[in-house]
């Protein structure tokens, strides 16, 4: 690990596993009783999607926490967990976790500078290094309780289990537990990194993960890549397994279903198709501008139209092939494409119904907050305004 100057020692002083956990949410669990541990609890009194149970808990500079899953760690692995609560930026999950710790401790966040150590270790990830991993397969009948907390049931962890791994990272000091890992395959079948799921949130990638090229892929052909048929791309695995779970009994058997792990590149699509040369390929990315833009760039790269993509105020610009256009996110995007483009079709959508950002949301009946459009009197009071800070003098 590379010296980010920040004695994390003297930060554990001052802040505890409690501290963080009450930040995120959790709360005392009174009826497990309070003493030389406590446990805490994140979720309501109808659904708890995660427990721990925390040491010392009068004493900041000692705590520490365990799941009952065998799952463990500081108050480190806590944020480290957690890192997209906290808004922070860095150049990897060290700096944002030292910053976290900073702002809890009222002391001023680390300035990181591009020391050589650093550039040294970064350039080290740049490939993935399989040996840093422990991985073993899941045990199906005895499957981690995280799945069931993102609303996936046994069977359908079990129609995933071939693609599914616990992963541990070896040079991890502060999490000696395991993690869900969801490896990512290039053309030759050979594993390329893991995108990686973890309690409270935790989500990452594998160090030097081959995200470029590489996706998980579930391949339910059973070895016979050219008797797919469909090949249903989602934003993250968790996604790819809710919406194989909503939609089972409406796919055809051998079917692929593909996680990107949030971010899109050209290859990735490029390369997964590649496999499947009988197959159709399917946008199920999110519901937001973002992953309308990652189902219009699927079209273009799958149909050969290079395009150009631009957000603008009645929907989304396309420049492609010498035209400039505007399609609506809210339609499908095949059909309005083909008014100005050859299109063969290759492609199709299969999103999430529009009350929800993605699949997993979906399946956990977890509906974006509705944007009240505003009435009549205020649109006309909201114009008045404009029209009159427009006057020049």
Known sequence: MPDYKVNFKELKSRVGVTDVAYALGYRLDRKAGVGRYIELVLGDGR??????????????????????????????????????????????????????????????????????EYVKSVRAASAFDASRYEVKRMDVEHIPPIFRQRGLSDETVRCFAAFIFLIRDKRNGNFDGYNIGFPYTGADGQVKGYEIRGYGGYKSKAAGTDSSSAAWVADFSGGNPEAVRSVFFCESAFDTMAFHQMNRGRLHPDVALVSLGGTFSDNQIAGVMGRFPNAKAFDCFDNDIAGRIYGLRMVGLIEGVPMKISKAEDGLQVEAEGKTFTVNPAKPLASQLAAHLPVRYLTGQWLPPKAFKDWNDCLLNKPVAPVLAPCKEERDRNLAERRKGSLKM
């Open 47 to 116: 659904e708890k999607r995660d427990t721990i149970i925390v040491s010392h808990p009068n004493d900041r500079g000692t705590q520490t926490f365990f799941r009952r899953d065998g799952s463990k760690g500081d108050v480190l692995t806590l944020i480290r967990e957690n890192l997209g609560a906290f808004f922070v930026t860095g150049k990897d999950d060290w700096q944002k976790t030292a910053k976290v710790m900073a702002r809890f401790a009222n002391m001023p966040e680390p300035e990181y500078n591009d020391d050589r």
